[in-house]
């Protein structure tokens, strides 16, 4: 079972960039489907973008074009690159992760990952 470490967050400006950051330790990053998801109160969480061990990656198309999911093997860490970030990107970010030793396919679901980071708040005003 792998433990899941975000950080990141904060506050920037509309039109800015941030990259958050996944800690994985417990386990290697290539073993997992990755994602990021995020969530604002009252609202169920959303799926933003999934990576597999093969490096291939899907995105929500409310971030697709400004966010870059990546992962980094050698340090077993998982990122998201945020760029011309809106107010309504304002949310708690978490990462989360299921094993997938056979398959290229990560959905983007909630329900699919197993573990979950404990999130980081990101705040962006105009």
């Known amino acids: 079972q792998v433990q899941l470490l975000e950080s990141g967050g904060g506050s920037v400006q509309a039109g800015e960039s941030l990259k958050l950051s996944c800690t994985i330790s417990?386990?290697?990053?290539?073993?997992?489907?990755l994602a990021w998801f995020r969530q604002t109160p009252g609202k169920d969480r959303e799926g933003l973008a999934t990576i597999n061990g093969w490096r291939t990656t899907t995105y929500a198309d409310s971030v697709m074009g400004r966010f870059t999911i990546s992962v980094d093997n050698a340090k077993n860490n998982l990122y998201l690159e945020m760029n011309n970030l809106k107010d309504e990107d304002t949310a708690m970010y978490y990462c989360?992760?299921?094993?997938?030793?056979?398959?290229?396919?990560?959905?983007?679901?909630?329900?699919?990952?197993?573990?979950w980071g404990q999130g980081t708040h990101l705040v962006v005003s105009s």
């Open positions: 989360a992760a299921r094993p997938n030793y056979y398959s290229r396919t990560c959905f983007s679901g909630e329900e699919f990952y197993d573990t």
């Open positions: 417990g386990n290697a990053a290539i073993w997992y489907c």
